[in-house]
């Protein structure tokens, strides 16, 4: 059981230049998120999906695109990357449930110089 | 809005020394409990939960009991090993609006041989 997937595992790029962050789960859960981390900021919302064909603008949104097609992909698009994005990028899947937790891909570490 | 308070780390032990975590919320209605435990280098991965008052989560020696009168979900171990050593996250998540779960800021637990 793979659970949820996310590739590249690490990626340098430079400023301007776009990527994707792939995010995939094979547990056919609804909801899907995706976190940036950075020191002492905590786990911060960047987009969120309710299921395919929706989602929605987190906490910092600016600077990122998602899409949702099918319920197991969910990619992340930096459309011109900056150096304030450097990071390492969380992809998550919770099923339906209020009491049912959230399943954390690996990361991606990304730096932008 | 909802939020979830931990104690600022990081919290250095000596092994086998007993272990608390405070974690704190605000929240309307009756949210579900959650830690999670992020590993260096890895995703978060849920430790325990709890899903109404007095219930108690359990897992690998770790503890923490719902107690809605003081609106707290404290972590707890008896007897750390240097292998406990990560951050911790308290998060909470409920019923209807948004099902975007709502994380502390993380606490990072460092533990000495």
């Known amino acids: 059981n793979a659970g949820v997937t996310q590739t590249p595992k690490f990626q340098v790029l430079k400023t301007g230049q776009s990527m994707t962050l792939q995010c995939a789960q094979d547990?056919?859960?609804?909801?899907m998120s995706w976190y940036r981390q950075d020191p002492g900021m905590g786990l911060r919302l960047i987009h969120y999906?309710?299921?395919?064909?929706?989602?929605d603008q987190g906490e910092v949104p600016n600077g990122y695109n998602v899409s949702r097609s099918t319920t197991e992909d969910f990619p992340l698009r930096l459309l011109s990357a900056a150096p304030s994005q450097t990071s390492v990028y969380f992809c998550?899947?919770?099923?339906?449930?209020?009491?049912?937790?959230?399943?954390f891909g690996d990361g991606t570490r990304l730096s932008i110089l | 809005g909802d939020s979830v308070t931990q104690m600022e780390g990081p919290v250095t032990l000596s092994e086998e020394a007993f272990l608390t975590i405070n974690c704190t919320y605000t929240a309307t209605g009756y949210p579900s409990l959650f830690w999670y435990v992020q590993y260096p280098g890895e995703g978060l991965q849920l430790l325990l939960k709890a899903t109404k008052a007095d219930d108690k989560g359990s897992n690998k020696g770790f503890e923490a009991t719902y107690r809605k009168e003081t609106t707290s979900f404290h972590l707890e171990k008896g007897s750390v090993q240097v292998s406990d050593s990560a951050v911790y996250f308290c998060?909470?998540?409920?019923?209807?609006?948004?099902?975007?779960?709502?994380f502390g800021r993380g606490t990072s637990l460092i533990v000495h041989p």
């Open positions: 998060a909470l998540r409920k019923e209807g609006g948004s099902y975007i779960p709502t």
């Open positions: 999906s309710v299921g395919a064909g929706i989602t």
């Open positions: 547990m056919n859960h609804e909801y």
């Open positions: 998550a899947s919770t099923p339906v449930g209020s009491n049912q937790p959230q399943h």
